[in-house]
C-alpha cells in the first residue's frame, strides 16, 4: 500500500510563493504518474498538475505560469512549487498517483495553503 504524506504548506500573502512536497512510500514510485489536486473551502477537489514518470507535465488554466511540478524519483518524493500566490489558490493541497488525470489509490491527509489578500 503506497502512502503519501504531504508537506510544505502555510500562510502567504498575496504574491508570495510555497513549495509543497508529497513524500510516497513504495518502490514503484518511479514508474507511476503523479498529480497534485486541491480543495478549497466549499468547493470539490480539481486537479492542479500532473506529472508523467518521465517529467513531462499538464497544469491547470487557472495555475499556469504560475506553478511548477516536479519530480526526484531517488527521493519518491514529487514538488510543487507555487508563485505569485492568489487569495483563491487557498485550499487544502494533496497528491496522489494517477492515470491521466484521474487519481487512483489511497488520499494523504494533504497540507493547508492560505493565500491573504
Known amino acids: 500500500q503506497v502512502q503519501l504524506v504531504e508537506s510544505g504548506g502555510g500562510l502567504v500573502q498575496a504574491g508570495g510563493s510555497l513549495r509543497l512536497s508529497c513524500a510516497a512510500s513504495?518502490?514503484?514510485?518511479?514508474?507511476?504518474?503523479m498529480g497534485w489536486y486541491r480543495q478549497g473551502p466549499g468547493k470539490q477537489r480539481e486537479l492542479v498538475a500532473t506529472?508523467?514518470?518521465?517529467?513531462?507535465?499538464n497544469y491547470a488554466d487557472s495555475v499556469k505560469g504560475r506553478f511548477t511540478i516536479s519530480r526526484d524519483n531517488a527521493k519518491t518524493t514529487v514538488y510543487l512549487q507555487m508563485n505569485s500566490l492568489r487569495p483563491e489558490d487557498t485550499a487544502v493541497y494533496y497528491c496522489?498517483?494517477?492515470?491521466?488525470?484521474?487519481?487512483?489509490?489511497?488520499w494523504g491527509q494533504g497540507t493547508q495553503v492560505t493565500v491573504s489578500s
Open positions: 496522489n498517483r494517477v492515470v491521466g488525470p484521474i487519481p487512483y489509490g489511497r
Open positions: 513504495g518502490s514503484a514510485f518511479s514508474i507511476t504518474s
Open positions: 506529472i508523467t514518470r518521465d517529467g513531462s507535465a
